[in-house]
C-alpha cells in the first residue's frame, strides 16, 4: 500500500511517498517559498534523477494539489486512490500526547491550544493537515508528534525550578524534540544489539542543524536537551542551546535590544554560526579549521562537543550507567570528525573506538572496539519511515 509522510513547514512542503510494508521509497520532494509572493521552487527526485519547476505557489492547498497531481502525471501512481494513508509531522504536541493518534476535529483542537508553545510550527502542519484533507478527503490520515516520545520522562527530568503557577496556568515544562528520531534509532540499536531495548541504557544523539539528546532506559525515554522549546540543550547550527539566563537581561540593557530581537539573535545569530562567525554548516567550519588554523571556527566546535560530553556525563550519573551511545542526524552520521570530538571527551567512561571504522559516512555501524565499556554506533535516522510504519500500524487498529 502507497503511503504518504507529510512535513509541513512554515513555507515549505516535504513529502515522501513510500510503498509499505515493504519499505521502499517511490518518490520524494519538497516544495518551497510557499506563500513568499516571490518564485518558488518545487523539487522531486524519483530513481534518484531530480526534477525542478519554479513557479508561484500562493498557499499550501496549491502545492499539496500541485504535488498530487505531478505523482498521477509522472506516473508514480496511477489515481489518487492509490495513496492509503498519509501522516503528518507535528512539532509541538504539548503533555497530551504521548503516541501517533488518527486526526479527529478534537486532534486538530489540541494542535491549535498549544500553538502558543510553538508559534512557527504548529500552524503550518495545522494548513498542511487541511490541504491534504480536503485533497483526499477520505484517506486515513495520523499525526506523528516530535514531543511524544519524551513524555514518559519523570517530574524530577521534566520540570524547572520556576514558580510552580507558571507549569499549572502555562504548561511551563520540558517537552523535548527529535523524539521521532530517537526512538527510531533507538530501536534499530536495540536489534544490532539483538537485545530488548528495555534492557539497556543508551543515549542517542540527534546531532543535525537542530540537535538534542535523549537518555534511554526500561525501554522509555527518561530525559532529553532539548526543553518548553528547540532552543534549550546544547549548542547547534544557529542556535545557542542552554545559556545564563541573565545574559538575556544584560545584552536587553548594553544593547538596547528588544526581547524579540534578543530571541532572534539566540535562535538564528548563535551556535556554531555565532561563535565562528564563518557558518552555520559543520562542513565549512571543519574546512576553515583544516585551511586557515581558525580559532573561533575550532572554538565553535569545542563548545558543542564540551556541551554533548557533559550531558552524557549527567545522564550516566541519572541512569546509573550507560551501554550505548548512537550517533544520527546530519552531523552525527555523517562528521567523523564531530564523533572522534566527542569521543575523545569520555573515554573517562570507558569509551574505546576503532578510528577507520569511524572514517565510514552514513552507513549504520559499531564503531567501538571490543574492549569499549559503552557500545558506540552510527544509526541514520529515518523520520519517513518512522511515520509511514505509523501509519500503516494505526490503520490496521483502527480497521481502515
Ligand atoms: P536538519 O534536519 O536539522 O536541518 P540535518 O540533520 O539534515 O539537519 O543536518 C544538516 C547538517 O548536517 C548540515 O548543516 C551540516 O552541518 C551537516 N552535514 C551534512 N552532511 C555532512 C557531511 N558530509 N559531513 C559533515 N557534516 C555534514
Not at 522549546?229 to 545559556?243: D, E, F, H
Not at 562537543?305 to 557533559?310: G, N, V
Request: charged share 25%.
Amino acid at each position: 500500500m502507497k503511503i504518504m509522510s507529510v512535513n509541513a513547514g512554515s513555507s515549505s512542503l516535504k513529502f515522501q511517498l513510500l510503498e509499505m510494508p515493504q519499505e521502499v521509497v517511490l518518490t520524494e520532494g519538497v516544495v518551497e517559498s510557499i506563500g513568499s509572493g516571490e518564485v518558488g521552487r518545487y523539487t522531486i527526485k524519483i530513481q534518484g534523477q531530480k526534477f525542478v519547476k519554479e513557479m508561484v505557489i500562493p498557499t499550501h492547498a496549491e502545492a499539496v494539489e500541485m504535488v498530487l497531481n505531478d505523482l498521477v502525471e509522472r506516473k508514480i501512481i496511477h489515481s489518487l486512490d492509490e495513496i492509503e494513508g498519509v501522516g503528518h509531522r507535528i512539532v509541538h504536541g504539548g503533555n497530551k500526547f504521548t503516541e501517533s493518534v488518527e486526526i479527529t476535529p478534537e486532534v486538530k483542537e489540541e494542535i491549535r491550544k498549544v500553538i502558543p508553545l510553538a508559534p512557527l510550527h504548529n500552524p503550518a502542519h495545522l494548513i498542511g493537515i487541511e490541504a491534504f484533507e480536503k485533497a483526499l478527503p477520505n484517506v486515513f490520515q495520523i499525526v506523528v508528534f516530535d514531543t511524544a516520545f519524551h513524555q514518559t520522562m519523570e517530574e524530577d527530568a521534566f520540570m524547572y525550578a520556576v514558580p510552580y503557577e507558571w507549569y499549572e496556568k502555562h504548561q511551563v515544562r520540558k517537552y523535548g524534540f527529535h523524539g521521532t528520531s530517537h526512538q527510531y534509532v533507538a530501536h534499530r540499536c536495540s536489534e544490532l544489539m539483538k537485545k530488548d531495548l528495555k534492557d539497556i541504557k543508551m543515549v542517542t544523539l540527534h546531532i543535525g542543524n537542530g540537535a538534542s539528546l535523549a537518555a534511554i532506559k526500561n525501554g522509555k525515554c527518561v530525559d532529553t536537551s532539548m526543553g518548553l522549546g528547540p532552543l534549550a540543550g546544547i549548542p547547534m547550527g544557529t542556535r545557542s542551546g542552554t545559556i545564563d539566563p541573565t545574559i538575556i537581561e544584560y545584552i536587553a540593557n548594553v544593547e538596547k535590544k528588544s526581547l524579540k530581537e534578543i530571541m532572534t539573535d539566540l535562535n538564528k545569530h548563535s551556535g556554531y554560526l555565532g561563535v565562528s562567525g564563518v557558518s552555520h554548516d559543520s562542513r565549512n567550519l571543519e574546512e576553515a579549521i583544516n585551511k586557515d588554523h581558525n580559532k573561533r571556527a575550532k572554538l565553535a566546535l569545542d563548545l558543542q562537543a564540551k556541551s554533548i560530553a557533559d550531558y552524557i556525563g549527567s545522564y550516566y550519573v541519572y541512569m546509573q550507567g550507560i551501554d550505548a551511545i548512537v550517533f544520527t542526524a546530519g552531523i552525527g552520521e555523517n562528521s567523523s570528525a564531530f564523533r572522534e570530538r566527542v569521543l575523545n571527551r569520555i573515554r573517562v567512561l570507558g569509551v574505546e573506538y576503532d578510528e577507520n571504522k569511524n572514517q565510514e559516512r552514513g552507513k549504520e555501524i559499531k564503531i567501538s572496539t571490543d574492549n569499549s565499556k559503552i557500545q558506540v554506533f552510527v544509526i541514520p535516522t529515518n523520520e519517513e519511515l518512522a511515520i509511514a510504519r505509523d501509519v500503516v500500524a494505526l490503520k490496521k487498529k483502527a480497521n481502515k
